[in-house]
T-cell receptor
Framework: GAVVSQHPSWVICKSGTSVKIECRSLDFQATTMFWYRQFPKQSLMLMAT?????????EQGVEKDKFLINHASLTLSTLTVTSAHPEDSSFYIC??????????FGPGTRLTVT | DQQVKQNSPSLSVQEGRISILNCDYTNSMFDYFLWYKKYPAEGPTFLIS?????DKNEDGRFTVFLNKSAKHLSLHIVPSQPGDSAVYFC??????????FGAGTTVTVRA
């Protein structure tokens, strides 16, 4: 149980385009989902927290207009990187949790912006 | 501001011996601590956790120790196995909410 999936696992896009990453909880209802970003050999940095049906809460320094997060249902959250630039290339990881339970992480999405 | 610190970026240990990973934190409001294991290009997987009301938690080959006065926790893996080679992240949360992660320690288990 407690499986979180992400799609796509790897995406390459051109500079200036937008990319959407999906995060799904497959066997539980995720009241809260989190989006992280990891640079090579660095820690996971929390970008934002989203609760189903409400606006995401962004961490300091994260541009909410650039990283659009939608948590439309208890099993799906999406992260859209708008007008992507090469510096947005990174490994994006989502996690999901049901109230009172652990966070479970997705396998991550490697974004490369050319 | 890094509230969770793993000061050893790497650790090499011989198979069968003990691996000890260390983690320090600065936020005294943290009340729940976790260790995650991560392989390249994969998401972290949960290993073991400990609440601030305890000082030790054991699960098979993994034991986590918490020293609240020193704001320090450690993960012991014994005996170490080749499959343990991975990056280990220490994480902490306040009231079981969002996690703050350390920078990770890369463990290499030598045969």
């Amino acid at each position: 149980g407690a499986v979180v999936s992400q799609h796509p696992s790897w995406v390459i896009c051109k500079s200036g385009t937008s990319v959407k990453i999906e995060c799904r909880s497959l066997d539980f209802q995720a009241t809260t989902m989190f989006w992280y970003r990891q640079f090579p050999k660095q820690s996971l940095m929390l970008m934002a927290t989203s609760n189903e049906g409400s606006k995401a809460t962004y961490e300091q320094g994260v541009e909410k207009d650039k990283f659009l997060i939608n948590h439309a249902s208890l099993t799906l959250s999406t992260l859209t990187v708008t007008s992507a630039h090469p510096e947005d290339s990174s490994f994006y990881i989502c996690s999901a949790r049901e109230d009172g339970h652990e966070q479970y992480f997705g396998p991550g999405t490697r974004l490369t912006v050319t | 501001d890094q509230q969770v610190k793993q000061n050893s970026p790497s650790l090499s240990v011989q198979e069968g011996r003990i691996s000890i990973l260390n983690c320090d934190y600065t936020n005294s409001m943290f009340d729940y601590f976790l260790w995650y294991k991560k392989y390249p290009a994969e998401g972290p997987t949960f290993l073991i956790s400990i609440s601030s009301i305890k000082d030790k938690n054991e699960d098979g080959r993994f034991t986590v120790f918490l020293n609240k006065s020193a704001k320090h926790l450690s993960l012991h893996i014994v005996p170490s196995q080749p499959g343990d080679s991975a990056v280990y992240f220490c994480a902490a949360s306040e009231h079981d909410y969002k996690l703050s992660f350390g920078a990770g320690t890369t463990v290499t288990v030598r045969a």
